[in-house]
């Protein structure tokens, strides 16, 4: 008989993440992070706000912008309406915990699976950054969480430690689209940084 057990996969079809090592630039397939979406209801933004501040541990995020204090993590993705996350291993149901915190001040919806996500670090990514999305890197401070386009791919960029540290999340139905545009602008970006010096 045939064995029918099911093993998950990551959004890039692999039973492990991707790491991928480019010059001094890392990309890392992040399937570990758990995410839910949180939406105001009408006229229950201030309760929404004191309710889910216990979870979060701080204030919802204002525009372009991310916070909490410990596992939970919050980013701002339009009027009213942020995404939540926080480790898969502890928080698989995440969006459980935050229903029930923020009871009917707020709709929330299981986003783990919808997503695909992505850490790119190294020392400076300036200029992956430049050829990746309309995103000044210079403005980009500790918590910033932008949405822009990758390669005519909706996503959210948030920056984890300024210059040298991002989390990307995009459509998991364009995970593959979405890496080949990442590892394409980390390599040109790669080609493009001068030789170190021979002394």
Not at 92 to 111: F, H, I
Not at 182 to 196: D, G, H, N, Q, T
Request: glycine share 10%; aromatic share 4%; charged share 20%.
């Amino acid at each position: 008989m045939p064995d029918l057990t099911l093993a998950p996969r990551s959004a890039l079809g692999g039973t492990e993440p991707r790491i991928d090592q480019i010059g001094g630039i890392t990309l890392t397939e992040r399937p570990d992070i758990a995410l839910a979406s949180l939406a105001a209801r009408r006229g229950k933004a201030p309760a929404l706000d004191k309710a889910i501040a216990p979870l979060l541990g701080a204030a919802l995020p204002d525009i372009s912008a991310s916070s909490g204090a410990g596992d939970i993590r919050a980013f701002w993705t339009g009027p009213d309406q942020w995404i939540l996350r926080a480790p898969y291993g502890s928080h698989e149901d995440l969006a459980a915990q935050v229903k029930s915190a923020v009871g009917n001040a707020g709709s929330v919806t299981e986003q783990s699976d919808a997503w695909a996500g992505f850490s790119l670090m190294g020392d400076d990514l300036t200029g992956v950054l430049e050829l990746l999305a309309r995103v000044d890197p210079a403005s980009l401070r500790d918590g910033t969480a932008l949405r822009s386009q990758i390669h005519h791919i909706g996503c959210f960029l948030i920056c984890e430690s300024a210059l040298s540290e991002l989390l990307i999340f995009g459509p998991r139905s364009s995970a593959a689209s979405l890496h080949h545009a990442l590892i394409s602008a980390i390599r040109s970006a790669e080609s493009l940084r001068p030789a170190p010096s021979q002394s």
